[in-house]
């Protein structure tokens, strides 16, 4: 009777039959989602660090089987790195080709701190009354069922073959229900993202013709954090990156016999730093935020967001935010400066009387639409000109250091540009009518997420719309040690992809 009901609602366009259809997706998600959990150990079981050639070799193998197996045609796009992987799927009668995007790959991994023998040996877990995570057996799921709040342990569980493994499991549902995808497929894996990408850019251009498609879907990323709603995001952030080194004496000199006298690079690069911002975290360099304006329709969709900003000061354990933005969704809309990391000297039971030869800033900008990233760069470099600085692109010669009274290495580099689509796009009112239909309410609609993603050489050289389906919980310790999916997440995740691959497009 389920599938007869589905498959009457889904033939019918009409949004009241659709919305008539919304239980239907649930009781697919949650009777599908044990019987791809086997798959899915059997993914994540795959080691998955790009450095590694026989990791990549894996996990390309794998996924060539998987998608063939749900009738994809796969070809793999060479590059002067890893290859990609492009899986299509004709579908009779449809008028629209969709492209999605994940990457196969993860971070590396320190067993040490995963508390668990090997992080790619997932393993299931729940939370004891005391908090803590303890490994359940495997068998639970088949004598129990799924219970939402148990969570799957392993590098990748989330980001991003959890998303992957949500998709074709939601394509196992609609072969059992006897229904079709609204749209031709296309679907790039990517088994580089971790490491930025890099052949990503020249790949797009090179393999255009084959990539062409109506609109992107990146599948990939958190849902909005603290509720774990539906969510939708329309940009991500880009990043650039800069390193900034200040010299002092040529190697570390005793304090004692030339503090007060030996220039101390430490502090000169403090006081550099600092005159870059302001108390509350405002970019003080003259142009950084041109070309920033946020309407009051853009102020609108941003206050929707339902951030729980309290709430999120308690668990980062400060009081007061920076004042860039009224608020973290305006905050986002910004270009950041950020110093992500210092050194000089030594610390600790290693520290040392010592005026310190250099001291060095990492800093990463993260980029919106709106800016331009070598003018960024540029504006930096030119800001640090006027502190005095002689700015060189290399260790200082005998020369620079008789001649400048300080001097500062300049190195940068652009990993990702920015991307936007517009909320209100075809494309965005159907994805927003999509969630919506499977889960019953409006998802969480934020205008840009603060990660970067490699998704600008899609959105400029093929010239389409991209918007991210993000699914998986927010504390899912992506990047870290203890990496892990919510079963809950899992289940609604296969739900959103249900829905995705059957609400028409146009209506």
Same mark, same amino acid.
């Given at each position: 009777?389920?599938?007869?009901?589905?498959?009457?609602?889904?033939?019918?366009?009409?949004?009241?039959?659709?919305?008539?259809?919304?239980?239907?997706?649930?009781?697919?998600?949650?009777?599908?989602?044990?019987?791809?959990?086997?798959?899915?150990?059997?993914?994540?079981?795959?080691?998955?660090?790009?450095?590694?050639?026989?990791?990549?070799?894996?996990?390309?193998?794998?996924?060539?089987?998987?998608?063939?197996?749900?009738?994809? !045609?796969?070809?793999?796009?060479?590059?002067?790195?890893?290859?990609?992987?492009?899986? +299509?799927? !004709?579908?009779?009668?449809?008028?629209?080709?969709?492209?999605?995007?994940?990457?196969?790959?993860?971070?590396?991994?320190?067993?040490?701190?995963?508390?668990?023998?090997?992080?790619?040996?997932?393993?299931?877990?729940?939370?004891?009354?005391?908090?803590?995570?303890?490994?359940?057996?495997?068998?639970?799921?088949?004598?129990?069922? #799924?219970?939402?709040?148990?969570? @799957?342990?392993?590098?990748?569980?989330?980001?991003?073959?959890?998303?992957?493994?949500?998709?074709?499991?939601?394509?196992?549902?609609?072969?059992?229900?006897?229904?079709?995808?609204?749209?031709?497929?296309?679907? @790039?894996?990517?088994?580089?993202?971790?490491?930025?990408?890099?052949?990503?850019?020249?790949?797009?251009?090179?393999?255009?013709?084959?990539?062409?498609?109506?609109?992107?879907?990146?599948? =990939? %990323?958190?849902?909005?954090?603290?509720?774990?709603?539906?969510?939708?995001?329309? &940009?991500?952030?880009?990043?650039?990156?800069? *390193?900034? +080194?200040?010299?002092?004496?040529?190697?570390?000199?005793?304090?004692?016999?030339?503090?007060?006298?030996?220039?101390?690079?430490?502090?000169?690069? $403090?006081?550099?730093?600092?005159?870059?911002?302001?108390? =509350?975290?405002?970019?003080?360099?003259?142009?950084?935020?041109?070309?920033?304006?946020?309407?009051?329709?853009?102020?609108? *969709?941003?206050?929707?967001?339902?951030?729980?900003?309290?709430?999120?000061?308690?668990?980062?354990?400060?009081?007061?935010?920076?004042?860039?933005?009224?608020?973290?969704?305006?905050?986002?809309?910004?270009?950041?400066?950020? @110093?992500? &990391?210092?050194?000089?000297?030594?610390? %600790? =039971?290693?520290?040392? *009387?010592?005026?310190?030869?250099?001291?060095?800033?990492? #800093?990463?900008?993260?980029?919106?639409?709106?800016?331009?990233?070598?003018?960024?760069?540029?504006?930096?470099?030119?800001?640090?000109?006027?502190?005095?600085?002689?700015?060189?692109?290399?260790?200082?010669?005998?020369?620079?250091?008789?001649?400048?009274?300080?001097?500062?290495?300049?190195?940068?580099?652009?990993?990702?540009?920015?991307?936007?689509?517009?909320?209100?796009?075809?494309?965005?009112?159907?994805?927003?009518?999509?969630?919506?239909?499977?889960?019953?309410?409006?998802?969480?609609?934020?205008? *840009?997420? %603060?990660?970067?993603?490699?998704?600008?050489?899609?959105?400029?050289?093929?010239?389409?719309?991209?918007?991210?389906?993000?699914?998986?919980?927010?504390?899912?310790? !992506?990047?870290?040690?203890?990496?892990?999916?919510?079963?809950?997440?899992?289940?609604?995740?296969?739900?959103?992809?249900? $829905?995705?691959?059957?609400?028409?497009?146009?209506?």
């Amino acid at each position: 009777m389920r599938r007869i009901f589905l498959t009457f609602a889904l033939c019918c366009m009409g949004q009241a039959a659709w919305l008539q259809a919304t239980w239907d997706y649930a009781a697919l998600a949650r009777e599908r989602a044990p019987l791809a959990i086997p798959e899915f150990i059997e993914l994540l079981s795959l080691p998955n660090d790009a450095h590694f050639p026989e990791h990549v070799r894996q996990n390309v193998q794998w996924a060539e089987v998987a998608f063939a197996k749900r009738g994809f !045609q796969t070809q793999r796009l060479e590059t002067a790195g890893p290859p990609l992987l492009l899986c +299509t799927r !004709q579908v009779p009668k449809a008028t629209k080709t969709i492209l999605f995007y994940s990457h196969m790959d993860g971070q590396p991994v320190d067993p040490a701190k995963w508390h668990q023998a090997d992080p790619w040996q997932p393993v299931l877990k729940r939370q004891t009354a005391a908090g803590q995570w303890e490994a359940i057996p495997w068998l639970w799921i088949q004598e129990q069922g #799924i219970d939402p709040e148990w969570r @799957i342990f392993a590098r990748s569980a989330s980001d991003d073959k959890g998303p992957v493994m949500m998709f074709l499991a939601a394509l196992d549902a609609l072969k059992q229900a006897g229904i079709e995808p609204a749209y031709h497929i296309k679907y @790039i894996l990517d088994f580089e993202e971790e490491q930025g990408s890099k052949h990503l850019p020249q790949a797009v251009e090179q393999y255009r013709s084959l990539l062409k498609a109506d609109a992107l879907i990146i599948l =990939d %990323g958190p849902r909005h954090y603290p509720s774990n709603r539906p969510t939708l995001s329309f &940009g991500a952030r880009g990043i650039a990156t800069i *390193t900034l +080194t200040v010299y002092g004496p040529r190697m570390p000199v005793h304090s004692g016999h030339y503090g007060n006298w030996a220039p101390n690079p430490a502090l000169q690069l $403090a006081q550099l730093l600092a005159s870059m911002k302001d108390s =509350d975290g405002r970019v003080l360099i003259p142009g950084f935020y041109d070309g920033i304006e946020l309407s009051e329709e853009v102020r609108a *969709t941003l206050a929707q967001v339902p951030d729980n900003e309290p709430l999120l000061k308690q668990q980062l354990g400060f009081v007061q935010a920076e004042k860039v933005g009224a608020s973290l969704q305006e905050a986002l809309q910004y270009p950041s400066l950020n @110093i992500r &990391g210092m050194a000089s000297g030594w610390i %600790g =039971d290693k520290v040392r *009387t010592i005026v310190p030869d250099k001291a060095v800033a990492e #800093i990463d900008i993260r980029l919106v639409k709106e800016s331009d990233p070598e003018q960024l760069i540029q504006l930096v470099r030119q800001h640090i000109e006027s502190q005095g600085y002689c700015v060189l692109d290399s260790e200082p010669t005998e020369e620079a250091r008789m001649q400048c009274s300080r001097l500062c290495r300049f190195d940068a580099h652009i990993a990702y540009r920015a991307f936007r689509t517009d909320v209100n796009s075809p494309y965005g009112k159907w994805l927003q009518r999509a969630l919506s239909v499977a889960f019953g309410q409006a998802p969480v609609v934020k205008r *840009t997420s %603060g990660g970067s993603i490699p998704i600008a050489p899609f959105v400029e050289t093929l010239g389409i719309p991209a918007i991210t389906v993000p699914t998986v919980n927010a504390d899912n310790n !992506q990047h870290s040690p203890n990496e892990n999916l919510r079963l809950g997440n899992f289940i609604e995740g296969i739900q959103t992809m249900l $829905a995705l691959l059957t609400v028409p497009i146009e209506q």
